[in-house]
Nanobody, 120 residues
């Protein structure tokens, strides 16, 4: 059974940094694109970043230059390094995977999420 477990969230001041981790289990995700979504209070869940099997990356404009996605495919783990955090980055962050190795999007699997609060 596929399971994605996020960790690393917390509260940080504006301008600070956090590193999120996601451990996937239940199948071998080494050839799957994996990525991150977020849902801010009162808003829809939005795309943040994704990384494919060859480590090509793609970012939402809102986080480009501040966030970095990476992966350790041997461990079925994906990371999101978040720098220069802004209050508008406050959200629950979800790790995701698509339904097959032939797709980058939309998500098929995601975890419980980890809360990120950016506030002074």
């Amino acid at each position: 059974q596929v399971q994605l477990v996020e960790s690393g969230g917390g509260m940080v001041q504006p301008g600070g940094s956090l590193r999120l981790s996601c451990v996937a289990s239940g199948t071998d995700f080494s050839k799957y694109t994996m990525g991150w979504l977020r849902q801010a209070p009162g808003k829809e869940r939005d795309f943040v970043a994704r990384i494919n099997w060859s480590t090509n990356t793609y970012y939402a404009d809102s986080v480009k230059g501040r966030f970095t996605i990476s992966r350790d495919s041997a461990k079925n783990t994906v990371y999101l390094q978040m720098n220069s955090l802004k209050p508008e980055d406050t959200a629950v962050y979800y790790c995701y995977a698509p339904g097959s190795i032939y797709s980058d999007y939309p998500p098929r699997y995601w975890g419980q999420g980890t809360q990120v609060i950016v506030s002074s």
